[in-house]
């Protein structure tokens, strides 16, 4: 009897599943000094907390035991174990570290990151834009995923001065959205389809 294949979209909606109950701590920014230790950026309110709840994990699961050294203005020293030189440190860059929303105190009116994952996004007019389906930060400021009506995806930057409203109980974002975000780029013109600020993700996607 031939074993029964793979169900890819049973894995699919676990691993959504899985993501929808994370929270985005910190994200690793570069290595620091030559003996392993890293710069992470926490979205902490007190930067001291991303190591206050256990080992945080990334994207696939893999834990990382994290000890704060020092901090220097908005990023944090640290030392994880298991990298012991540069090399290791440079490699984990840009590794975005998260928690099971499950181990964070509970607290009346709080609001994760996670809980807008399917929100609707509209714009300051109250134009329906798309759906928001993750939210990042890779250093350079947080951005949010939206997945448009055509089925494109493109981040869009959610700093504070582009929030307009977040209302958790008819689950949509509001926000100023400048339109030459939501374009699609040209295929002719690399420049801009690789640029940050509304980027297209959608050839990324499984």
Known sequence: ?????????????????????????????GAHGIRGAVKIKPFTERPENISAYGALSDKTGKAYEIRIERQAKDLLICRIKGINDRNAAEAAAKTQLY?????????????????????????????????????????????????????????????????????????????????VWLEQPKKSDPEKSGHDTGHDTSSGQD
């Open 99 to 179: 928690i099971d929303r499950s181990r964070l105190p509970e607290q009346p009116d709080a609001m994760y990151q996670t809980d807008m994952i399917g929100a609707d996004i509209k714009d300051a007019d109250g134009n329906l834009i798309g759906t928001a389906t993750g939210f990042f930060d890779f250093g350079a400021g947080e951005m949010i995923e939206a997945a448009l009506s055509g089925g494109r995806r493109v981040m869009l930057p959610f700093a504070d001065n582009h929030k307009i409203m977040l209302d958790t109980d008819n689950r949509f974002i509001q926000m100023h959205i400048d339109p």
């Open 1 to 29: 009897m031939s074993k029964p294949g793979r169900d890819h979209n049973h894995e699919d909606n676990h691993d959504a599943d899985t993501m929808s109950r994370r929270i985005l701590l910190a994200v690793i920014t």
